[in-house]
């Protein structure tokens, strides 16, 4: 192959550097790896954000009847913490590791719909930008105004205009929706890509697992986000025209808001928590040595878990009151809900087992969310014995059980997946030994901050409460909560220090620096703009592994 | 599956054009989007506590909907005209269905001023007002964002940009009209007909 | 003269109350003491115990593989053998799960049914628990009763079996009512009426909290069951029927209570005060706490409360009047009557 002259890259090289230049380059761009990391970029700040928001709650709570923030205060750091969480931390990370590594897992040169992308990051963005500005801007009747203060789920007729006077709920509202925008149009990308740029040879059946889960979290963006949508409307419609969707003075229906979220609001745990799925799926098996086990019962398992994912949503209304028919209904399709789920854990472990395990940075993150997300499994399980649930729904046990989900397993999946793309989208290593600080402390941290809050639980403690009184029992569980909210906190600097110091000197990684067997390790680390100089061809699931192993290649027994 | 090592490569390498996926993926988030406001419609029908109430307030509307039905038919007969290149056949089929679609809009605009100036019932009435105006709207925001794409096709056209050129992408603009149609179905069974 | 009988009052009502209620501040949903807290207590240790085997063999099989099969220093580059799965076991590990789902399904629907579908006896004591932000009325429509925060109720033991049927309103937002020792959480909804019993076979003060937030201040709607045997709650009953208690001393103080702002929200039985926006207070000082459980009904705290809610119970729907100390004085030394 001759060499091919780019005169337009040397005369860029020649010329100085323009810092509006690169700038403009990075905002106009299309291109799904720069965009990917503009979606990472940003989620990583809004998690320091919310992070910090998590660090004042937790110190408000330390001791009974303390007064670091007052009750106004409070709740709007629990919404802004929660909404930031879930709609501007999870989302946009699914975003930015789909835009960025899909394409190059599936050989292709960029995503199906370009620009579109990039009106998605952008949109998002705003959205983020204009939930945050309530803190400026949203001044009401008696200055009641400021961030929102309704919970992340907003359940009605609190927000109704009687009882949320101001505008900060609309803030809420508006920079939800607008956000969400911008999550349904990459999820309409990744199908679209997923689909129809498929390099050579790759059928649905040789795609990678991380591929596989991020589409079917895509199908499941595109039908879950619309009910947010649609009740979100009905409550701008409800405060400003009047109208009377959730407006019990007039008939309208304060639990129809719930079925409406909670319809969004179930397969939207299940879509954030597949990033990390997506992430263990791919490393466990590099850092075992082993092809996954069961790779089709991987696939079917993924897809069972996003039909069912759609039927369970009342088990958060459980103690709202509805028939006991509706109640073991729901209760039956939550327990079926983890029988797929479970089928990933053990597939998982039959990874492991029989392998040569190497615990660089990412697998340790992998082992850990394996242990974190077969309790949070677990407790989602007697979550879904709907009489237990009557007493630990509304309670410390769900915070508890949801914060295992997303900081113990959907973070650690995050972290993993951190550690083990970051040499190749920028070409250096992360340090092990920080990252080995980085992992047990907040391995310590999150246990001792969310282990204790079962026990709060069962003892009585409801959940969004400002403040306790002594003599509840609540004390010595809070104190410890909250320490190891401290040690989670320092973690984080440990991965900020190892990020920054990697970008600045960090040692070179090469094209395949952790011996891996999928597509995106065969080019250069960054990648270039195009990805592949010549469009990849796949004969297994595991190209890499074939031309490797000549002798012994995958396409023999798949 | 197996295959033995003189069988490499697979001849013919297919897959579905993005355009298509792309589209069919909006038309079923947009069905997800749709589907709670004709829930939200199903579930109040007889819980306003105050009038006005369907029956007496609301007329079939009969000359909007062989209309914009109709205008699935036109936009069918502009399509196959493209296709075989009969551009004045195009242009008349294609004006015809944006000519329906307008009717169709007109029409609503006349009951929803009826509605609200003779018969009193707005957004605010009642839940009634609430489901009705915010269902209906919905659609109706759907055809005025179909009749500016199909605006847009039918300007380019006269202008003279060659639009046999993009067959591929007046089709999927098709097919989102055919879906605002098939989505009238639904609300005006709903609406006029179930929640009567 | 009236501030002593009114201090000797107050001391005898505390001498005769504390002796009934033991307080229950620790709550605990394993500690049960009412039948649906009993039967949802069980069904969970049960989930537990099956949560716990199913942790314990999983966790215990990955934690042996990560240490049997970690890559040793001095181990070959030799890739280990190259397994893509087994049928056989995707079959096994998918058909046990589902058989003890199925068990769960079971147990769980069985209590779902008896705890939903129980039916009130004949003799069964019904009230209507009404949802504030941040305060619960107790009304006992039967009884003629209408009080706040405080909800008494008669013991039910095996000898008097007597359960009380609550039926849950809200005239606001959507709040819970969740006592966890007597029975799980049953929401507390703006048009809906909802329903949930107990028969506490242990006399007692039970705390618990309202479980959906509904506000600012709802960290501080608690509730306080009170369960007191037959002879006491009939004795509750009788005292909270009759209207307010007439004290000739504290007149002129009525007159000033009569002719400030409290009377546009409260209601004192058989006076001019007939607002419904507050808690009802003409048998205010039968009650051990004020401000829904917050503080200690003692004549120092009733002061502080009525002369700055906010300072207490910040964004609470009581407004700080600005009394004058005079006024101030005159409302508390009539409320301190109201037995």
């Known amino acids: 192959m001759a060499t091919v002259d780019y005169p337009l890259e040397k005369s860029r090289r020649q010329r100085e550097f323009s810092l509006s230049e690169a700038l403009y380059s990075w905002v ?531 | 599956m197996a295959s033995s090592a003189t069988q490499l490569v697979e001849t013919e390498w297919k897959l579905p054009d993005r355009g298509t996926v792309g589209i069919i993926s909006l038309i079923l988030t947009e069905i997800s989007l749709f589907s709670i406001f004709v829930i939200a419609y199903l579930f109040y029908i007889g819980k306003s506590l105050t009038g006005p109430f369907p029956k007496d307030v609301l007329e079939f509307p009969v000359l909007a909907t062989i209309c914009l039905l109709s205008s699935s038919g036109t936009i069918v007969f502009a399509e196959h005209a493209l296709k075989h290149r009969k551009m004045a056949m195009f242009k008349m089929w294609w004006a015809v269905t944006i000519v329906l679609g307008l009717v169709f809009l007109y029409e609503t605009g006349v009951e929803w001023h009826d509605l609200i100036y003779d018969k009193h019932l707005t957004i605010a009435t009642n839940v009634f007002g609430s489901t009705f105006y915010s269902l209906v709207g919905l659609h109706a925001t759907h055809v005025i964002v179909g009749m500016t794409f199909l605006l847009i096709v039918f300007i380019v056209t006269m202008r003279g940009f060659p639009i046999h050129t993009q067959i591929r992408r007046v089709t999927f603009l098709s097919w989102y009209w055919h879906f605002v149609d098939a989505v009238w179905v639904v609300v005006f069974t709903v609406v006029y007909i179930v929640g009567r | 003269m009236t501030r002593r009988l009114a201090v000797l009052t107050v001391v005898c009502a505390e001498l005769v109350f504390a002796g009934t209620a033991g307080d229950h501040p620790i709550e605990n949903i394993f500690r049960p003491l009412s039948t649906p807290a009993h039967e949802i207590s069980d069904v969970s240790f049960l989930a537990v115990i099956i949560c716990a085997v199913i942790f314990s063999v999983v966790a215990g099989l990955l934690t042996y593989a990560i240490i049997r099969y970690r890559r040793r220093p001095g181990d070959s580059d030799a890739e280990p053998p190259q397994v893509y799965g087994s049928n056989q076991i995707e079959a096994a590990w998918t058909v046990i799960p589902l058989l003890i789902v199925f068990v769960l399904i079971m147990v769980s629907a069985r209590v779902i049914a008896s705890v939903q579908n129980a039916k009130p006896p004949a003799n069964a004591l019904h009230a209507t628990v009404v949802g504030h932000q941040w305060w619960w009325e107790f009304r006992y429509p039967s009884l003629g009763i209408v009080t706040a925060n405080e909800l008494h109720v008669p013991l039910s033991d095996t000898a008097h079996p007597q359960p009380t049927f609550l039926k849950l309103e809200s005239v606001d937002v959507a709040h819970s009512f969740w006592v966890p020792r007597l029975n799980g959480k049953t929401d507390v909804i703006p048009n809906r009426a909802n329903d949930m019993w107990i028969d506490p076979h242990e006399a007692g003060d039970f705390i618990g909290n309202c479980a959906e937030y509904c506000g600012t201040q709802h960290a501080n709607m608690l509730i306080h069951v009170i369960v007191q045997p037959k002879p006491d709650f009939e004795r509750w009953v009788a005292e909270q029927q009759l209207p307010a208690v007439e004290d000739p001393s504290v007149a002129a103080d009525k007159q000033a209570f009569l002719s400030v702002s409290c009377v546009n929200c409260h209601t004192v039985k058989g006076t001019s005060a007939s607002g419904v926006f507050g808690p009802d207070l003409t048998h205010l000082m039968s009650r051990k706490y004020l401000a829904s459980g917050v503080l200690s009904n003692t004549p120092e705290n009733l002061r502080a409360w009525i002369k700055d809610p906010q300072a207490i119970k910040p964004g609470c729907l009581m407004p700080a009047m600005h009394l004058t100390d005079n006024e101030l004085d005159s409302v508390v030394a009539y409320l301190r009557t109201l037995k």
């Open chain 1, 28 to 558: 106009a761009t299309v291109d799904h790896k720069r965009l990917g990391l503009m979606y990472m970029t940003s989620a990583i700040i809004f998690f320091l954000i919310a992070g910090v928001m998590a660090m004042v709650i937790r110190a408000q709570l330390i001791v009974p009847e303390n007064h670091v923030v007052g009750p106004q205060t409070f709740n709007r750091l629990f919404t802004m913490h929660g909404t930031t969480m879930v709609f501007l931390v999870g989302m946009p990370i699914i975003a930015g590791m789909s835009n960025y590594l899909i394409p190059l897992m599936i050989g292709a040169r960029d995503m199906a719909f370009p620009r579109l992308n990039a009106f998605g990051y952008w949109i998002f963005l705003f959205g983020g930008i204009l939930l945050y500005f309530s803190y400026l801007g949203a001044n009401g009747l008696f200055g009641a105004g400021s961030a929102p203060d309704v919970g992340w789920f907003a359940y009605a007729p609190l927000t109704e205009r009687a009882f949320s006077r101001g505008t900060s709920t609309d803030y809420w509202i508006l920079g939800i929706l607008v956000s969400g925008i911008g999550s349904i149009v990459s999820a309409i990308n990744v199908i679209a890509t997923t689909l129809s740029m498929r390099c050579k040879g790759m059928k649905l059946s040789r795609m990678p697992l991380f591929v596989w889960v991020m589409v079917v979290d895509a199908w499941m963006v595109i039908l879950a986000l619309p009910p947010l949508t649609a009740g979100q409307v009905m409550l701008l419609f409800d405060r400003y025209l009047g109208a009377n969707f959730f407006n019990t003075q007039a008939g309208g229906s304060a639990v129809l808001w719930q079925h409406f979220f909670w319809i969004f609001g179930h397969p939207e745990v299940y879509i954030l928590i597949f990033p990390a799925f997506a992430t263990v799926s791919e490393v466990v098996p590099v850092f075992s040595r082993k092809p996954i086990f069961g790779r089709q019962a991987m696939v079917g398992a993924v897809v069972a878990i996003g039909f069912i994912s759609f039927g369970v949503w009342a088990h958060h209304m459980f103690a709202v009151g509805m028939a006991p028919i509706s109640n073991i209904f729901f209760a039956t399709a939550s327990f079926l809900v983890a029988v797929p789920t479970g089928v990933k854990i053990f597939n998982w472990l039959a990874t492991i087992w029989g392998g040569k395990i190497r615990f660089a940075t990412p697998m340790l993150f992998c082992v850990a969310f394996i242990f974190q997300f077969l309790i949070a499994g677990l407790t989602g399980v007697m979550l879904a014995v709907t009489p237990f649930d009557w007493q630990l729904t509304d309670s410390y046990f769900v915070v508890a059980h949801f914060h295992y989900t997303l900081t113990g397993s959907f973070l650690f999946g995050v972290f993993a997946a951190i550690y083990y793309w970051f040499p190749k989208a920028t070409g250096k290593m992360l340090s092990e030994t920080i990252g080995k600080w980085h992992f047990w402390l907040l391995v310590i941290g999150f246990h001792l901050t969310f282990d204790p809050q079962h026990i709060l639980g069962i003892l009585g403690m409801p959940r969004r409460v400002y403040t306790y009184a002594p003599g509840r029992g609540w004390e010595p569980w809070n104190m410890i909560s909250s320490i190891g909210a401290a040690i989670q906190a320092i973690a984080i600097i440990c991965f900020a220090w190892n990020v920054i110091r990697a970008l600045i000197k960090g040692e070179r990684a090469g094209d395949d620096p952790w011996d891996a067997w999928t597509l995106e390790w065969t080019t250069t680390s960054p990648p270039p703009e195009y990805n592949y100089e010549t469009d990849p061809e796949v004969r297994s699931s595991r190209p890499l592994w074939d031309l490797k192993h000549p002798e012994d290649p995958d396409w023999k027994y798949e």
